[in-house]
T-cell receptor
C-alpha cells in the first residue's frame, strides 16, 4: 500500500483483557515508531525500532506494554491486562533513514 | 522530560484572516516540524525546519526555526475552511530516526 496502515481502527476492551495492535509500515522503511495520543493531547513517544531491533522503549508506561517487530517490517504493540488509563489513540509512524516520519491513521482503544 | 509549550490552545477566525501560532521549549532541538491532524487521522507533515533561523514556506503556510533553537512559529495566510483542524509543533533531536516531541496542539476553527 501507499501509506502506513494500522489495524484494527477501533478496539473496545474490557478492563483486564489483553489487546494487540498492528502496524504495517511503508515498504522499505527502516524505522518504526509507536506513539500514544490521549484525548486533547499531542502524541507521546512509546518505542522505536530500527529494522527488527528495538532501540528505545523508554516511553512505554509500564511493563504491561510490549512491542515487537520480528522481521523488521510489521510491528505489533501488545498491552496486557488493560486499564482504563490505557484508553487512547495509538499511532504508528515509519521513516526511511533520515527522512520524515509518516503516520498511520491510528487505533482508537477504549477500555471499559 | 522534554515538553513543548504551544499556543494558543484554540483559535476561531473568519475565513480570509491570517493565523499565527507558536511553540517554545526548554530544550534545544535540531529539527522543528509542524503537523496537521484531521479527526480520525494521523498527523500529516506540513513543514520541516532543519536550521536555526530558517524561514520556510509551503503555499499559504510559513514557518520559522528560532535562532535559539528553542522556538518556532507557523503562519497561515488567507485562511480557508479546509484549514480547520489541529496543528501540532514537534521537535526532534535528529531528523528522521529519532522520536518526536509534540506540543499539545492548536485547534483552528474557520468561520465562513
Amino acid at each position: 500500500g501507499a501509506g502506513v496502515s494500522q489495524s484494527p481502527r477501533y478496539k473496545v476492551a474490557k478492563r483486564g483483557q489483553d489487546v494487540a495492535l498492528r502496524c504495517d509500515p511503508i515498504s522499505g522503511h527502516v524505522s518504526l515508531f509507536w506513539y500514544q495520543q490521549a484525548l486533547g493531547q499531542g502524541p507521546e513517544f512509546l518505542t522505536y525500532f530500527q529494522n527488527e531491533a528495538q532501540l528505545d522503549k523508554s516511553g512505554l508506561p509500564s511493563d504491561r506494554f510490549f512491542a515487537e517487530r520480528p522481521e523488521g517490517s510489521v510491528s505489533t504493540l501488545k498491552i496486557q491486562r488493560t486499564q482504563q488509563e490505557d484508553s487512547a489513540v495509538y499511532l504508528c509512524a515509519s521513516s526511511w533513514d533520515i527522512w520524515e516520519q509518516f503516520f498511520g491513521p491510528g487505533t482508537r482503544l477504549t477500555v471499559l | 522530560g522534554q515538553q513543548l509549550n504551544q499556543s494558543p490552545q484554540s483559535m476561531f477566525i473568519q475565513e480570509g484572516e491570517d493565523v499565527s501560532m507558536n511553540c517554545t521549549s526548554s530544550s534545544i532541538f535540531n529539527t522543528w516540524l509542524w503537523y496537521k491532524q484531521d479527526p480520525g487521522e494521523g498527523p500529516v507533515l506540513l513543514i520541516a525546519l532543519y536550521k536555526a533561523g530558517e524561514l520556510t514556506s509551503n503555499g499559504r503556510l510559513t514557518a520559522q526555526f528560532g535562532i535559539t533553537r528553542k522556538d518556532s512559529f507557523l503562519n497561515i495566510s488567507a485562511s480557508i475552511p479546509s484549514d480547520v483542524g489541529i496543528y501540532f509543533c514537534a521537535g526532534q533531536l535528529d531528523s528522521g530516526n529519532t522520536p518526536l516531541v509534540f506540543g499539545k496542539g492548536t485547534r483552528l476553527s474557520v468561520i465562513a
